[in-house]
DNA sequence: TTGAAAGCGCTAACAT
DNA sequence: ATGTTAGCGCTTTCAA
């Protein structure tokens, strides 16, 4: 692998003339340019990434710590995540935990501010002493989509109303008519989506509906998750007419329990989830979900990660992504009189 | 951030010593090592990697370049590749092209060799001139699941038996009695999945029964894809009582395709794909695949890259995934004499 | 067992 | 417009 000064050398100049025409040709003569870029053609030049980061204290990339790349949310967030990044002319560095603490932090340890310039941390629901340890480290760091509500103090955030979201979900089931509802609360290793299903109690206790603690299914944020909590609350609780997932994954596993039953989804049964990831559009029926605006949440992270880089000292901050949404598909209906169950 | 050298100073020692404590304990006197893991604690220091990578000539880092990160098939070999990579103490760098030729080069030119110690390359229908040009580069690259066969003289590859794989999902349907049978083919910005449908066409051969050539479609390689496929197919080839996809996502479309009008899987219409996504399990009726062991994949191909990391001169080498295999779920039934057609 | 010193490949003043 | 020089933070012989 050819080096800066062996251009420099066959070009008959010196490495600083080399690395001026590499970013400031302006400032070097045409001629000059030219000799040096025929020595880096010749010998197949390509800068050493890791000597430039060194020199310049900054390499340019930045991490993406997620819990669980297979979970659709994260590519699909990631995929903007990374074109933005890309047109800011950083690499993204995608880091998987697994749902994994230990992993989590080792890659925050050992990244921020030594490899990458920054960090962006999603929804990995770091305990307090982690997000302590993190504060004050050079490199900046944003936290997105986590799923608790107490920012004092702490890192740059980008908040994702995720208590709105469960709030409108219930709000559009109430609204068909459905009263007996049935709840699929997702969690990771880490803790469980609880803003959402506060959100949604909350909406019922407004609307004077009674909630029922034992409707609630609290399962791993899986499709196999939604399915087997579908598959209990059915044996539990077989008068119910809806039910309420906390992420479309479980409401995707929800709706092949119901099929594997001979239930009808919305005829004997409504379903709605949140989050609207490309699955919700594409099942059958199509679900009706609270969607989080994935692609916003994405671009707002991430430019206020690299925003945070480039002009550092303004931190924290908070920065709020744009509200829940309902999207109404045919996954729900409204609850007709003389609604026939199956036995 | 502190540096070595300050650790070194406040522990009375010189950064050789400093450095030795944190890779070979066992040279330094126990009482040496307490002093200096104190000043380490004290000073909350962590090592640069970028200035380690430079001096050592290697940065543990390795980069995933792949088409699409919002396919599925891409995350779960991603998961399994991460892991193995970093029980072999790599981070794994993924990079995403969104299908865009131009990015996919820039990754490599960029990468390879100057930030990462080795590349692995998935499914990304090179092209020859960029093959030739990666060739002889210093840093390892591996490609995987590429979809051609012509290996002469190119870079270590792991052979994904893509060929056999259509070739068993013709034979499946054969046996079922089917012979009017639809074909989805997906296809990136870089190609389309012509192996599997040459097995296909083979074992049709085989079996002579006529292959039907307007009864291809060939569609980007996503659930859309395999939706409007499946629509084409049906006015234009309304009696055919199969369809083969040459991927799981595919499948998923057409399914929706056929649920969208009524048409029932596999009463009227059997369905196969390839791959074996854990979607293909999770919809409804469960898809009916050949499976390609993505996580076979992932292992022998990440493998492979850090053995010639690490062991680097026996270039080039050609490893096989094992072979595909037919899964059996409910997607697909036999041809059942009078087999009955929606009009 | 520890220290001294050179160097990884590049950048960025500063000097010419 | 180009050259000189001093690092960036770490590793690694080689000496002591």
Redesign the pocket.
């Known amino acids: 692998?050819?080096?800066?000064?062996?251009?420099?050398r066959l070009a008959?100049?010196?490495?600083?003339?080399?690395?001026?025409v590499?970013?400031n040709p302006?400032?070097?003569?045409?001629?000059?340019?030219a000799r040096v870029e025929a020595a880096i053609a010749q010998l197949g030049?390509?800068?050493?990434?890791?000597?430039?980061a060194?020199?310049?204290?900054?390499s340019c990339m930045v991490a993406l710590v997620l819990p669980s790349i297979t979970n659709p949310f994260y590519p699909e967030l990631v995929r903007v995540a990374e074109r933005v990044a890309r047109q800011r002319k950083y690499f993204l560095m995608v880091c998987n935990t697994d749902e994994d603490p230990e992993i989590g932090h080792a890659y925050l340890n050992q990244i921020a501010g030594?490899l990458a310039d920054g960090v962006l941390v999603l929804h990995m629901g770091m305990a307090t002493e982690v997000i302590e340890e993190l504060r004050g480290r050079h490199a900046p760091i944003v936290l997105a989509s986590e799923e608790f509500e107490d920012f004092s103090d702490g890192l740059p955030h980008v908040i994702v109303n995720f208590r709105r979201a469960g709030q409108v979900a219930a709000e559009h089931l109430l609204k068909l008519g459905h009263r007996k509802i049935g709840v699929i609360v997702g969690r990771g290793l880490e803790g469980m989506q609880h803003l959402r299903l506060e959100g949604f109690k909350h909406a019922l206790l407004d609307a004077g509906v009674a909630f029922d603690e034992s409707c609630v299914q609290c399962v791993l944020d899986t499709v196999p998750g939604g399915y087997q909590a579908t598959s209990s609350l059915l044996s539990t609780h077989p008068d119910m007419t809806a039910i309420f997932a906390t992420n479309d994954l479980l409401a995707f596993g929800a709706s092949q329990a119901l099929a594997d039953r001979g239930i009808r989804i919305p005829g004997d049964i409504s379903l709605i989830g949140i989050t609207d990831i490309q699955l919700a559009q594409q099942m059958r029926p199509a679900l009706t979900t609270v969607a989080l605006h994935i692609q916003e949440i994405a671009k707002i992270s991430i430019n206020l990660l690299l925003d945070l880089i480039e002009n550092p000292g303004h931190q924290p901050i908070l920065v709020r992504a744009p509200e829940p949404e309902l999207v109404v598909r045919a996954s729900t209906s409204s609850l007709r009189r003389g609604h026939l169950h199956r036995g």
């Open positions: 692998m050819a080096t800066l000064s062996e251009v420099a008959g100049v010196t490495t600083a003339t080399v690395s001026n590499l970013r302006g400032k070097v003569r045409p001629a000059t340019v030049y390509r800068p050493n990434l890791m000597a430039r060194l020199a310049r204290g900054k030594t």
